[in-house]
């Protein structure tokens, strides 16, 4: 190889690892603007995230899997997945009340429900 053409992979190499350490900079900005969102949400909440959990256990009458703060959400509401029936609900609770907003499948059982229609409707 010619000098010229080491330096401009050189240049290149250079190129591309500062192109990653910006992007990861920026991933890194962007996570911790949300952990501090979810923090400050999590902050008013005057309920525990068990004390969520149980309030969908009990509406729905299924185990939880998974719950976690909702960051989507303006006010405080925990997310709690909850399998029942071999489906899962997510169920959305208020994090200052413990009231039970919102029961829905999931959209994976939903998708999972759906494509069990198509393929019987072949």
Known sequence: ???????????????????????????????????????QLFSQAKITLSEAINAAEQKTGGKA??????DESATVQFE????????????K???KTGK??????????KEGVEKETENEKE
Do not use: R, W, Y
């Not at 401009?8 to 949300?34: C, H, R, W, Y």
């Not at 899997?65 to 909702?70: K, R, V």
């Open 80 to 91: 709690i997945e909850v399998l029942k029936d071999g489906k899962v609900h997510e169920v």
């Open 93 to 95: 609770v208020d994090g």
């Open 1 to 39: 190889m010619s000098k010229q053409h080491n330096k401009i992979l050189t240049a290149l190499f250079a190129t591309v690892i500062m192109a990653g350490t910006a992007i990861n900079l920026a991933q890194a900005g962007e996570s911790k603007d949300k952990e501090a969102k979810e923090l």
């Open 100 to 109: 039970v907003l919102k029961v829905s499948l999931d959209d994976e059982s």
């Open 65 to 70: 899997m998974e719950a976690e703060l909702d």
